[in-house]
T-cell receptor, first 112, second 113 residues
Framework: DGGITQSPKYLFRKEGQNVTLSCEQN?????MYWYRQDPGQGLRLIYY???????QKGDIAEGYSVSREKKESFPLTVTSAQKNPTAFYLC???????????FGQGTRLTVV | GENVEQHPSTLSVQEGDSAVIKCTYS??????FPWYKQELGKRPQLIID?????GEKKDQRIAVTLNKTAKHFSLHITETQPEDSAVYFC????????????FGPGTRLSVLP
């Protein structure tokens, strides 16, 4: 079954701790994206990656880090430097030349 | 970079009426314009898309129109049903390798029975 999977679905962390959100796809897509969604808000781009071992900052990259060591994986780390990390995080991927973006089911992060 | 605006932010219609959501974009290089539907607590899913070599595309009750000269595109939903209630996002991107995917802020559509 092909698709893009985010885990976990819900995540709770204490303030000051780093936390890593997982995103895996078996669609053989080159490009992968991380978005943040706050209640009643749109999708804001955090980071995106066009190819393995390469990634670019989006509009709200401060306090976040990513890696792209494998084509199928694009984990996002929310660091303690992110001032307001509680949000719904969405990962997406798309293939070169086939421009539909496929989304994971999202991870809802709550920092207490 | 690309900037996408979307209006209205909220829209309420009676069941059976039509709904129209409009988006504008800034980058003339953009040539792919998808629309996503996001139900509460779920992932966004593509409902229709259009490329710049086409002015209009229709899929059953959903249609999208594109005016490249004016840099705007619109989503039209006819004969609305309660299950159409969701948040709708437009997006714009150049159809090139690895380009950024920029979304509008979204429109919350409520279809009233």
């Amino acid at each position: 079954d092909g698709g893009i999977t985010q885990s976990p679905k819900y995540l709770f962390r204490k303030e000051g701790q780093n936390v890593t959100l997982s995103c895996e796809q078996n669609l053989n897509h080159d490009a992968m994206y991380w978005y943040r969604q706050d209640p009643g808000q749109g999708l804001r781009l955090i980071y995106y990656s066009q190819i393995v071992n390469d990634f670019q900052k989006g509009d709200i990259a401060e306090g976040y880090s990513v890696s792209r060591e494998k084509k199928e994986s694009f984990p996002l780390t929310v660091t303690s430097a992110q001032k307001n990390p509680t949000a719904f995080y969405l990962c997406a991927s798309r293939e070169t030349g086939n421009t539909e973006a496929f989304f994971g089911q999202g991870t809802r992060l709550t920092v207490v | 970079g690309e900037n996408v605006e979307q209006h209205p932010s909220t829209l309420s219609v009676q069941e059976g009426d039509s709904a129209v959501i409009k988006c504008t974009y800034s980058d003339s290089a953009s040539n792919y314009f998808p629309w996503y539907k996001q139900e509460l607590g779920k992932r966004p899913q593509l409902i229709i898309d259009i490329r710049s070599n086409v002015g209009e595309k229709k899929d059953q009750r959903i249609a999208v129109t594109l005016n490249k000269t004016a840099k705007h595109f619109s989503l039209h939903i006819t004969e609305t049903q309660p299950e159409d209630s969701a948040v709708y996002f437009c997006a714009a991107t150049p159809d090139n390798y690895g380009q950024n995917f920029v979304f509008g802020p979204g429109t919350r559509l409520s279809v009233l029975p």
